[in-house]
């Protein structure tokens, strides 16, 4: 499984965007990388997923640069509900039924 | 509906019961998972149980039984409870291992 490393913390304040980096220098080629965010006493939410390239949703965007040994999870304009833990994890097809591994994330603090 | 549902939420018991936690997933996925989170906030993953293949995680002591009724279930038995079974107990489903994980907002498993 593609190791992955992550800032253990990051502070902001609203209205800023939010960038978080995640390495993974063994990606294998069937790999994806997904994004998730776990807000204290729940469960983590799916944020965002992607291959290659950028992927935008309605709450995100996810940069993957050609060599695809690092992605950027991008925030736009956070606000205080933002502050969670940020998990990147990466695994192929194979891999997720068999269970991805969660690092120990990315802890937002977004403040006022 | 809640897409992935567990029960109890809190559960408290002493040292040495058997226990079992419930996972329901509504989402017509065909892999369900469960996770620990100890206090460390660390999610480790314990099992994962695709068209009726289980996979075991080898860390887990086997006081830990996963039992699946059916695709839409998978239930977490634990015998002898242990005061360092205390943490947070996560369920989630899967589509074949893609598309991201939906996860339960977990059990809050106390051992006194």
């Known amino acids: 499984l593609a190791k992955t490393t992550q800032p253990i913390s990051m502070d902001s304040y609203e209205g800023q965007e939010v960038n978080i980096t995640c390495s993974h220098n063994n990606i294998a080629t069937n790999d994806y990388i997904t994004w998730y965010q776990q807000f204290p006493s729940q469960g983590p939410r799916f944020i965002i997923q992607g291959y290659k390239t950028k992927v935008t949703n309605e709450v995100a965007s996810l940069f993957i640069p050609a060599d695809r040994k690092s992605s950027t999870l991008s925030l736009p304009r956070v606000s205080l509900s933002d502050t969670a833990v940020y998990y990147c994890l990466v695994g192929s097809r194979d891999t997720g039924r068999r269970a991805l591994t969660f690092g120990s994330g990315t802890r937002l603090q977004v403040q006022p | 509906d809640t897409a992935v549902s567990q029960t109890p939420k809190y559960l408290v018991t002493q040292m040495g019961n058997d226990k079992s936690i419930k996972c329901e997933q509504n989402?017509?996925?065909?892999?369900m998972y469960w996770y620990k989170q100890d206090s460390k906030k660390f999610l480790k993953i314990m099992f994962s149980?695709?068209?009726?293949?289980?996979?075991i995680n080898e860390t887990v002591p086997n006081r830990f039984s996963p039992k699946s009724p059916d695709k839409a279930h998978l239930n977490l038995h634990i015998n002898s409870l242990e005061l360092g079974d205390s943490a947070v107990y996560f369920c989630?489903?899967?589509?074949?291992?893609?598309?991201?994980?939906?996860f339960g907002s977990g059990t809050r498993l106390t051992v006194v």
């Open positions: 989630a489903s899967s589509q074949d291992g893609r598309n991201g994980y939906t």
């Open positions: 989402l017509g996925h065909d892999t």
């Open positions: 149980y695709n068209n009726k293949e289980l996979i």
